[in-house]
């Protein structure tokens, strides 16, 4: 069975600075995403950004970044130039590459605040 | 807005009550999912159903009853439920078949409270 593992329940981080936020995971497979996604409060949950297992290269959108290493298996989230927009709980989630398998795990989720 | 809805948004029930969750996707997808999200655990993922059809049943007791008469709408009816069932119940869609290649796109979800 594939775990996802979010360390950090809570975060906090500067107006315009960069914060990171990690995740793990475990899992025998070897083709697979890995996903973050973003719920803010009383609002719908939006996927961030996605990363595919067997790209090497890290997957980037505007501010967000992630630092992936497959074979640590870690999936760390950058937020750069961070906004009070961000501030929400962001889930990191693992989907196995195989069809019609639409099993995706969440982590816990890790509360992320930005202070003005 | 992501283009699914839900409603109610929030819903007060009893253990003997029967109530159902709705849940409406505007895009044009062809699978639909029902997640748990209790408070400081992980999203569970329900049930998923594919072209109308269900997919993936992870264990869920039988007081939870998922329908899905077309595409577009998936409902979860709900009797003598427990307090622990107290959670909040996100319904997404994604386009189709090969779910690990497609986003899913999260509704605001229903806030049910069992008394």
């Known amino acids: 069975a594939q775990t996802v593992t979010q360390s950090q329940p809570e975060m906090s981080v500067q107006e315009a600075e960069t914060v990171t936020l990690s995740c793990t995971y475990d899992?025998?497979?070897?083709?697979?995403?890995l996903f973050w996604y973003k719920q803010p409060p009383s609002r719908q949950m939006i996927l961030v950004i996605r990363q595919e297992a067997y790209k090497q290269q890290n997957a980037t959108e505007n501010r967000f970044s992630v630092n992936f290493q497959k074979a640590a298996k870690s999936f760390s989230l950058k937020i750069s130039d961070s906004q009070l927009g961000d501030t929400a709980m962001y889930f990191c989630?693992?989907?196995?590459?195989?069809?019609?398998?639409?099993?995706?795990?969440f982590g816990a989720g890790t509360r992320l605040t930005v202070k003005p | 807005e992501t283009g699914v809805t839900q409603t109610p948004r929030h819903l007060v029930m009893g253990m003997t009550n029967k109530k159902s969750l709705k849940c409406e996707q505007h895009l044009g997808h062809n699978a639909m999912y029902w997640y748990k999200q209790s408070a400081k655990k992980p999203l569970e993922l329900m049930f998923v159903?594919?072209?109308?059809?269900?997919?993936e049943n992870n264990s869920v007791p039988s007081r939870f009853s998922p329908e899905c008469p077309n595409s577009s709408h998936l409902f979860l009816h709900l009797h003598t439920l427990q307090p622990e069932d107290s959670a909040l119940y996100l319904c997404?869609?994604?386009?189709?078949?090969?779910?690990?290649?497609?986003?899913?796109?999260f509704g605001p979800g229903t806030r049910l409270l069992v008394l």
């Open positions: 899992t025998s497979e070897s083709n697979y995403y």
């Open positions: 989630a693992f989907m196995k590459l195989l069809n019609n398998n639409n099993d995706m795990r």
């Open positions: 159903y594919n072209f109308k059809e269900q997919t």
């Open positions: 997404a869609s994604s386009q189709g078949e090969l779910a690990a290649q497609e986003t899913q796109y």
